[in-house]
């Protein structure tokens, strides 16, 4: 079976510096497992986020070693848009993913940009809005929105394309509890939806909705103990 995850011997350097921020990560990830990332701030989380979705080498430039494999295939090898398809990214800020005047413009604009035909961009909108619960927001400008609501109409336009595997930066850092609440939900859902979740947090609250939980310390990646 093909892992929808596969990180080996993955290093990054940023440019201009000796010191690598990782190095030498290894990681299988299961279909419809929900892994947890942890460590403290400045660690990489994030960096590693930007690896995983491809980011990093396509956007970001750096020392790659190593190599993340997405259902088989080394991202190194992909096309953003590609990439895009079977990995979608939930970021910290919600601000940073919304852009357009309506949820449903928002909601719309992947698979617009994917050549989807219009019938099919009018099925998938009204089905990720029936999945994440927000239909009723439809026609909201998202920069009226709530925190929360904010970051649900994000994670709409994100399973727009209907990605196995979605990644959450920190993506409850800015949420309230009831915002928390709902994502929670959502990841359950989507875990058992079969998708494959990786989160990364700050808050041990949040990392009840794992399966594993591994902490990034000291450039390495390993089990976590409970302890930063």
Do not use: W
């Not at 604009?109 to 439809?138: C, H, W």
């Not at 800015?174 to 939806?193: A, N, R, T, V």
């Amino acid at each position: 079976m093909t892992h929808p995850i596969v990180i080996e011997h993955l290093g990054f350097t940023f440019p201009n510096k000796k010191e690598s921020l990782f190095s030498d990560i290894n990681l299988q990830i299961e279909k419809g497992e929900v892994v947890s990332i942890v460590g403290l701030s400045g660690s990489g989380k994030s960096t590693l986020c930007y690896c995983l979705s491809g980011i990093i080498p396509h956007m970001r430039k750096g020392r790659l070693e190593g190599k993340v494999m997405i259902k088989g295939r080394s991202t190194s090898e992909m096309t953003i848009p590609e990439i895009s398809t079977k990995l979608g990214i939930l970021f910290q800020n919600p601000d940073t993913q919304l852009f357009s005047p309506t949820v449903e413009d928002e909601i719309a604009f992947g698979p617009e940009n994917m050549g989807m035909t219009r019938s099919a961009i009018a099925k998938r909108i009204d089905d990720v809005l029936e999945k994440v619960g927000i239909t009723k927001l439809r026609f909201k400008n998202p920069k009226e929105l709530s925190g929360g609501e904010k970051q649900l109409v994000a994670l709409t336009s994100v399973l727009s394309l209907d990605p196995e595997i979605l990644i959450f930066d920190e993506a409850m850092s800015q949420l309230d509890s009831d915002g928390k609440k709902m994502m929670k939900k959502m990841i359950s859902e989507l875990k058992h939806q079969g998708k494959t979740l990786i989160t990364i947090e700050h808050d041990f609250d949040n990392l009840r909705v794992a399966d594993r939980v591994k902490l990034l310390k000291n450039g390495k990646l390993k089990d976590f103990n409970g302890e930063l």
